[in-house]
């Protein structure tokens, strides 16, 4: 069973505009959520995290938002830009023994 | 800095080979992990060291063989693998807080080709 979900595989977005990029949890263990970006053959570049005591977090073009009765958050990237076009991951940790457990990812194009 | 690094960067291999991937970080992180990740998947976690001390092992098979030698050194040792293990390795490391690992850095990886 998947216990972080990014249901939408890809998404594009012209350059300038909001990207929304959406992920849901089941564990309600879950207390740390982190946003990484992935080009091919390379590492996951870690961007934004929150913990679960927040329901936002900023940093520069990027914002995350957690509603955790809704176990869903949300990863904002204001203004796009081309750079911006990768696979994004949504991770999520719990206290106690358990390791990072990642979405599917969502890959982003952003249009020129 | 939040560098990790890893060598080498590409790996082709036979099957009865043996290789050894290497990771280094000095973040002075306390937990550090391989993944393995295939095209359009995300990371899956192999093995995790807490301390030094390996404290997850997600079933993988026996010809993949982690050390860490020290605080900022994970190797992964390579054995008769399969053309199916063909993959990117990634390695990450985090602090650890309460037992559990904070946010993981990644390396570049190392693209894995076993003929």
């Known amino acids: 069973d998947q216990q972080v979900k990014q249901n939408s595989p890809s998404l594009s977005v012209q350059e300038g505009r909001i990207s929304i990029l959406n992920c849901d949890y089941t564990?309600?263990?879950?207390?740390?959520f982190l946003w990484y970006k992935k080009y091919p053959a390379e590492g996951p570049t870690f961007l934004i995290s929150?913990?679960?005591?927040?329901d936002k977090n900023e940093d520069g073009r990027f914002t995350v938002f957690l509603n955790k009765s809704a176990k869903h958050l949300s990863l904002h990237i204001v203004p796009s830009q081309p750079g911006d076009s990768a696979v994004y991951f949504c991770?999520?940790?719990?206290?106690?023994?358990?390791?990072?457990?990642f979405g599917k990812g969502t890959r982003l194009s952003v249009i020129a | 800095d939040t560098e990790v690094t890893q060598t080498p960067k590409h790996l082709v291999m036979g099957m009865t080979n043996k290789k050894s991937l290497k990771c280094e970080q000095h973040?002075?992180?306390?937990?550090m992990y391989w993944y393995k990740q295939k095209a359009k998947k995300p990371p899956e976690l192999m093995f995790v060291?807490?301390?030094?001390?390996?404290?997850i092992n997600e079933s993988v098979p026996s010809r993949f063989s982690p050390e860490c030698p020290n605080s900022s050194l994970l190797n992964l040792h390579l054995h008769a693998l399969q053309p199916e293990d063909s993959a990117l390795y990634l390695c990450?490391?985090?602090?650890?807080?309460?037992?559990?690992?904070?946010?993981?850095?990644f390396g570049p990886g190392t693209r894995l080709t076993v003929l």
């Open positions: 929150i913990s679960s005591i927040k």
């Open positions: 991770a999520a940790s719990a206290m106690g023994n358990t390791p990072l457990v």
């Open positions: 060291y807490s301390y030094e001390k390996l404290s």
């Open positions: 990450a490391s985090s602090q650890v807080r309460g037992g559990l690992a904070d946010t993981q850095y």
């Open positions: 564990n309600s263990m879950f207390d740390y």
């Open positions: 973040m002075g992180h306390r937990a």
